[in-house]
């Protein structure tokens, strides 16, 4: 089968040459790269669900229970980050920047860790009975606890 490719070079040397191919003769070269760069964001996006929810990596043993599970997953991915995105409210995402990986721009992880955090402040039981067991913590403390446990797993 005939196919068109467009090849990609980076004027700066940062990356590597990349073929984009196409089996539609009829397309311009410039409709070949947009609709890579389109692609793109889609790439990213099941990347992250594949790294962090375990899209594509379930262990059921019929076919159907993975076609309903992956569904669930991505729709998961959705909600948080449209629970992000409403929390807040156009300002910047904090994201944490750890010494041996710096990343320009927040990711799922602080999406999903931001989140978590929110509904962990929100009381669970509210009426338990007061239990001499129970001590208090202080905010500062708490604050550090739950900014470290939202990054787990």
Known sequence: MPIRWVLIRDPAGQFDPQAL???????????????????????????????????????????????????????????????????????????????WSTTPLPTFVDTRALVRRELWAVPVFPLSAHSPDLIDIPRSRWDRMTNALAYVA
């Open 21 to 99: 191919l196409c089996t539609d003769q009829t397309v311009s070269a410039p409709q070949i790269v947009e609709w890579f760069v389109l692609r793109w964001q889609l790439e990213v996006t099941f990347h992250e669900a594949r790294a962090h929810l375990g899209v594509e990596t379930q262990r059921q043993w019929s076919a159907l229970a993975i076609q309903r599970t992956t569904p669930a997953l991505l729709g998961l991915f959705a909600l948080v980050t449209l629970v992000a995105h409403e929390l807040l409210q156009g300002q910047a995402l904090p994201d944490r920047q750890a010494a």
